[in-house]
């Protein structure tokens, strides 16, 4: 069964990277399809897509974050990372990674969007001084 | 940017009857929606997705209908154990994917 766990940064200051990974256990990144992904949710507040990567390392961003997140993969390690500079306060949140359900679709190449399942059970990163 | 707009905030419902919850998009995303669940402090699970195929392993007594930009979730029999959030998704135009504010069940 696919499980993804986050890393847990716990304080980050501002002006500072915040930087997460998540590992992949149960299946390998690099036999899969799918991408994979950051969702982030504040605290009390609704859900974010930051953005996601494909195995090759095709990545996709939320234009929101105006190009301040880097999303990376390592195949041999079976993980992918978030990298977010330079944070502040409203980067307070909880962050999970997921498999985003995103694929090429096999006859036509075409990138076909998708849901997010399973999801790492989150970790909550404070950007505070 | 795909608008997503749920209601109602709050929903309160007795145990064994039926819940609605309605998300509606800012503009058509065909079928291209799906639902999650968030119990309190858990991470969301994927409820439904393609607007009505229920995930693996989730209770026959949820289901979602609508196409466009009109959607609903129904819980046909509340259990006490469905208190969350819950949650809509677009995938048809990105990015960004983008979520609807989510929706509270309460049980009365």
């Known amino acids: 069964q696919l499980h993804l766990q986050e890393s847990r940064p716990g304080l980050v200051k501002p002006g500072d990277s915040l930087s997460l990974i998540c590992t992949v256990t149960?299946?390998?990144?690099?036999?899969?399809?799918?991408?994979w992904g950051w969702i982030r949710q504040p605290p009390g507040r609704g859900l974010e897509w930051i953005g996601s990567i494909s195995y090759s390392g095709s990545t996709l961003y939320n234009p929101s974050l105006n190009s301040r997140a880097t999303i990376s993969v390592d195949t041999s390690q079976n993980q992918f990372a978030l990298n977010l500079l330079p944070v502040t306060a409203a980067d307070t949140a909880m962050y999970f990674c997921?498999?985003?359900?995103?694929?090429?679709?096999?006859?036509?190449?075409?990138?076909?969007?998708?849901?997010?399942?399973?999801w790492g059970q989150g970790t909550l990163v404070t950007v505070s001084s | 940017e795909i608008v997503m707009t749920q209601s109602p905030a709050t929903l309160s419902v007795s145990p064994g009857e039926r819940a609605t919850l309605s998300c509606r998009a800012s503009?058509?995303?065909?079928?291209?929606l799906a639902w999650y669940q968030q119990k309190p402090g858990q991470a969301p699970r994927l409820l439904i997705y393609g607007a009505s195929t229920r995930a693996t392993g989730i209770p026959v007594r949820f289901s979602g209908s609508g196409s466009g930009t009109e959607f609903t979730l129904t819980i046909s029999s509340l259990q006490s154990e469905d208190l969350a959030v819950y949650y809509c998704?677009?995938?048809?135009?990105?990015?960004?994917?983008?979520f609807g504010q989510g929706t509270k069940l309460e049980i009365k």
């Open positions: 997921v498999r985003d359900l995103a694929h090429h679709d096999v006859l036509t190449g075409q990138l076909q969007s998708g849901w997010f399942d399973p």
């Open positions: 503009q058509s995303v065909s079928s291209n």
């Open positions: 998704q677009q995938y048809n135009i990105w990015p960004p994917y983008t």
């Open positions: 149960g299946g390998a990144i690099s036999g899969s399809n799918y991408y």
